[in-house]
């Protein structure tokens, strides 16, 4: 699980700065 979650901060955090809109984060929270 740790480098799974790992992957997932470092994935959210990259593509949430560069170019996911409030809308995307909101349905990647849902999921």
Request: glycine share 10%; net charge positive.
């Amino acid at each position: 699980g740790e480098p799974r979650a790992a992957l997932n901060l470092a994935s959210f955090g990259g593509s949430h700065s560069l170019k996911l809109n409030k809308d995307d984060v909101i349905l990647y929270s849902a999921k």
